[in-house]
Structures are given as C-alpha cells and as structure tokens.
C-alpha cells in the first residue's frame, strides 16, 4: 500500500519534523488545492480539516472580507491554532467547529449555511506526529494513545488490551495491509497477558520481534503499517471518510433533482488521500456520483504532487488529489 502518512518520523529530513517546520505542518499540493476549490470573493467555503491552517489562510484570503470560512477539526488544539492563524494572517474571522467531518452535513443545516466549496486533507499534521504524547509515532517513545480528538472514548491501548487475536488480526490486515498480521496479532496476545502494552516503544519491540529475520529485510520499519492500522481504527477514519461522502453524494442527488443542500449548486469538492485504502473510496464515491450525472470535471486519474514539491516536503510524496464539482453553478 502507498502511505504516505507514514508514522516513521524519521526519514527523508524536509518536511518531517513538524517542530522543525513553521506552522508545524506544510500544506500539501497547495495550488493544485485553490485550483481546483476556485474561491472567489464573498464564497462560502469549507476546510473539513483545518490543520495548522496552511490550506486555510489562502482560502481566506480569496474569500475575505465577505466570505464565510468554515473550519473543522478534531483536534481542539489545531483547530484552535489555524482560526487563530486566519483571524491574524487573514482579518477574516471562521467559523470553527470542534469535530468529525462525518458530521458536516449536518453542522451546515443546523446554521443554514449553503458552501460554495470543500477541502479534505485526510490524515494526520506533522505536528501531530512529533507530539510524542500523542503516541503516533513508532520513533518516539510515548502512550499509545492516537486520539486526534481527546475527547473520544478509546485509546490505541485500549484496542491492544481488549481484542482477540482474531480481530487484531483482521484489524492489522485491514487497515494496515501487513502480511505479517496473524504473527503480530499473536506476538501481541501472548505478551499483554505479561504485561499491558501501553508504549509505542513496547509495541514497536513487539512488532520486531514478530518480524524475525525479516525485520532486516523490511523496506519500511516492520511496525509502520501495524501504527498506521491502530491509528485507522482509534480514530474512525474510513468511517469518517465514508459518512462524507455519502452526506456529499446525498446532498448532490438533492441538488440533481432541484432540491437545495449544505452544498450549493456548482461547489468545487478536493480531497487529498495519503494511502490507497483513502483515495478508493473517494474515486469509487466520485465515480458513483459522476455515473448518475451529479458530478462535472471530474478528472478520472488523480493529481499528484510536482517532484520540486516532494523534494521539499517528503510527506506529500503519496498525496492523491481528487476533485469535481457538484451539480450545476446558478448563474
Ligand atoms: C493533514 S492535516 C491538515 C493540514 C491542513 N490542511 C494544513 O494545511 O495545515 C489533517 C487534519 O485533519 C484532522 N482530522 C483527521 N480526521 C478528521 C475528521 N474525521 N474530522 C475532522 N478533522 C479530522 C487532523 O486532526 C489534522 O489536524
């Protein structure tokens, strides 16, 4: 599987260590971004995944000063930061909501809002990754917690202590995409009876030694995919990600048929996937949407990031942009 969201802070220098970088984060595929969202002045636009607000502040800019920008996020503290970077960078003042993006739908009904635009930039922020707090990362030692919402009930060490063998197979195979599933499930049943794996570095050891020998030969740290699989499940992610594009597809067969939505007629969709089980369910939702007529300009191959961008900012480096528009603009 391509992963770009890949929790190994370690390689590939630029653009990995959030501390390192300003803002804690660089946004990924920018221009492509504001290309294919088009914000104009006095728009309405969404920033499904605020972030550190790189996206967002361009976003501003095109909008302001009588453009709505809406923020959302699950993480408190970056949503936090990237409003407060608009109002400061911007003058435009957001409207932020702490939360899923699953539940956008229904944020923008609740304050009849109607959005002329989207941006998902699905996963997670550098400054996330490094916050070794977080448990994110495989290369610093922390609780293996991964909630980007603090709020939310289950933490990655939760999942270690309750699953089966069976089901922490499945949830490796699944959302990890490691061969190696059923031997690390078992390493880590048959060890948390000893003691509760409650570490990044204890789970990471775990996932070694599950490897063996070919711990040597893995082209990526062996416990890269089993963290990227708990971190799909803690945080919900794909489950996210389809209740989006489902409020999306059901807000353009609204539209199709006359109707009104949270989306206006002619809004321009972009969602950026870091890993191949994100952006298959984003082209197989577009292409769905495209089928029934709902959708224009729908490119069927992704764009991708320039190589000079990938030089600069390894982390985009698996970024697959995919965007439309949905129904027709009134004029
Ligand atoms: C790749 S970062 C976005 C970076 C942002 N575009 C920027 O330029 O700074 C992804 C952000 O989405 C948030 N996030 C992840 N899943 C989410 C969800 N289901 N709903 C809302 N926000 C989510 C993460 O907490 C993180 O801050």
Redesign the pocket.
């Known amino acids: 599987m391509t992963n770009l969201n890949d929790p190994d802070p370690r390689p590939n220098g630029a653009g990995v260590d959030g501390k390192s970088l300003p803002?804690g984060?660089?946004?990924?595929m920018?221009d492509e971004v504001l290309e294919a969202v088009n914000p104009s002045e006095g728009e309405t636009i969404i920033?499904?995944?605020?972030?550190?607000?790189?996206?967002?502040v361009e976003l501003a800019r095109r909008i302001a000063p009588n453009g709505t920008l809406i923020l959302?996020?699950?993480?408190p503290g970056?949503l936090t930061y990237?409003s407060d970077r608009v109002r400061d960078e911007t003058g435009l003042d957001p409207i932020s909501i702490q939360?899923?993006?699953?539940s956008v739908g229904r944020e923008l009904r609740a304050r009849t809002l109607q959005a002329d635009g989207l941006?998902a930039?699905?996963?997670?922020?550098s400054n996330?990754l490094e916050e070794a707090e977080r448990g994110l990362s495989f290369g610093r030692e922390g609780p293996l917690d991964m909630r980007?919402?603090p709020g939310s009930p289950l933490k990655a060490s939760d999942l270690l202590a309750s699953l089966s063998e069976d089901e922490l197979t499945d949830l490796i195979r699944r959302f990890g995409e490691d061969p190696a599933a059923r031997r690390i499930a078992r390493k880590i049943v048959a060890n948390r009876a000893e003691k509760p794996i409650l570490d990044t570095a204890h789970l990471a050891r775990l996932v070694c030694e599950a490897y063996g020998s070919r711990t040597r030969e893995a082209r990526l740290h062996p416990a890269t995919r089993t963290f990227q699989a708990l971190r799909i499940a803690v945080?919900?992610?794909l489950g996210?990600?389809e209740a989006?594009l489902e409020e999306i597809e059901r807000t353009a067969r609204h539209l199709a048929t006359g109707s009104t939505g949270w989306l206006r007629p002619g809004a321009r969709l972009a969602i950026?996937g870091f890993h191949s089980l994100e952006d298959r369910l984003v082209k197989q939702a577009f292409a769905r949407m495209d089928d029934k007529g709902w959708l224009k300009d729908r490119a069927r191959k992704p764009l991708t990031p320039t190589q000079a961008e990938v030089r600069s900012n390894s982390r985009a480096r698996s970024a697959k942009l995919r965007s439309a528009t949905v129904g027709t603009p009134r004029n």
């Not at 984060?25 to 990924?28: A, E, N, Q, T």
């Open positions: 803002h984060h660089l946004p990924v920018l920033d499904a995944t605020a972030g550190r607000g790189g996206h967002a959302l996020d699950l993480d970056n990237a939360g899923s993006f699953a941006i930039d699905l996963g997670f922020a996330q980007l919402d945080n919900d992610e996210a990600l989006l950026i």
